[in-house]
């Protein structure tokens, strides 16, 4: 339930233009479920994903590894 709301919030988030690329990090077992619900429209803008679960890092980590592993090479 939680993935599909997700996948609306950022799939009403694209038609109001509030992004244009979309970075996921999300644990493996969600990333599969969220992508199962993602709308064609907003797989195309997802430039970077990351399967691993990062809530029980804190938020100076949590920056790190985003600045490490969501930059598009």
Do not use: C
Not at 50 to 64: N, P
Request: hydrophobic content about 40%; charged content about 30%; glycine content about 4%.
């Amino acid at each position: 339930m939680f993935a599909k709301r997700s996948s609306d919030h950022l799939n009403k988030a694209r038609t109001e233009h509030r992004y244009v690329k979309l970075g996921i990090v999300a644990a493996p077992k969600f990333l599969g479920l969220l992508r199962q619900h993602l709308p064609r429209e907003v797989e195309k803008l997802v430039a970077v994903t990351s399967a691993k679960d990062v809530a029980w890092l804190d938020a100076r980590s949590i920056a790190e590894y985003l600045g490490e592993n969501l930059e598009p090479k």
